[in-house]
Nanobody
Framework: QVQLVESGGGLVQAGGSLRLSCAAS????????MGWYRQAPGKQRDFVAS???????NYADSVKGRFTISRDNAKNTVYLQMNSLKPEDTDVYYC????????WGQGTQVTVSS
């Protein structure tokens, strides 16, 4: 079992920045990939970014050049630095951890005002 706790969401004006954090606990040794997804009400959950335990990163085209995923192994925490935010980035952001199954955090709201 893996537990994920997100933090760092909030309200920001367009062009601003936010940093999301995701603290993992439990069977962290079994995690292969950690990532961030986002979801608007009534819509599917979309991939945003991921990072492997080896440090390889991957990003959705819509966030490349604006968002950066990173991790602190000592703190078992993954971060999503979001810069140049746009109103269309408004969503609930979910942290994920992939082992033999996928674990999800509770989500954190990001709202970008125009």
């Amino acid at each position: 079992q893996v537990q994920l706790v997100e933090s760092g969401g909030g309200l920001v004006q367009a062009g601003g920045s936010l940093r999301l954090s995701c603290a993992a606990s439990g069977s962290i040794f079994s995690i292969n990939v950690m990532g961030w997804y986002r979801q608007a009400p009534g819509k599917q959950r979309d991939f945003v970014a991921s990072i492997t335990m080896g440090g390889t990163t991957n990003y959705a085209d819509s966030v490349k050049g604006r968002f950066t995923i990173s991790r602190d192994n000592a703190k078992n925490t993954v971060y999503l630095q979001m810069n140049s935010l746009k109103p269309e980035d408004t969503d609930v952001y979910y942290c994920s951890a992939l082992t033999t199954t996928t674990y999800w955090g509770q989500g954190t709201q990001v709202t970008v005002s125009s």
